[in-house]
């Protein structure tokens, strides 16, 4: 599964993330978060976002957290996947 690196978090430091990618071969983005807090999980966990849609975070899932100050470099993953004719 290769991995086309597309930016992390100019706040970061030296280690941590958070971090996106595009997987070519699965035609995915990958990103790469801070653990949501108790909290979060919790609201998620008993929210209908869609109307006759399970509630709960289905498992194999997580919620991650990104930044706002990295839309463009989200915007740049998605530009990436467009050119290389992924959607």
Not at 33 to 41: F, K, N, Q, R, S
Not at 48 to 64: F, L
Request: with cysteine; net charge negative.
């Amino acid at each position: 599964m290769p991995l086309d690196f597309v930016g992390i978090d100019p706040e970061t430091g030296e280690e941590g993330s958070p971090t996106v990618w595009v997987d070519t071969d699965a035609h995915e983005f990958v990103f790469l978060g801070p653990d949501a807090e108790e909290a979060l999980v919790a609201k998620l966990a008993g929210t209908e976002w869609v109307a006759g849609h399970k509630t709960g975070i289905p498992a194999g899932e997580t919620p991650i957290r990104l930044p706002f100050r990295m839309i463009e470099i989200i915007r740049k993953a998605c530009d990436d996947a467009e050119r290389a004719g992924l959607q």
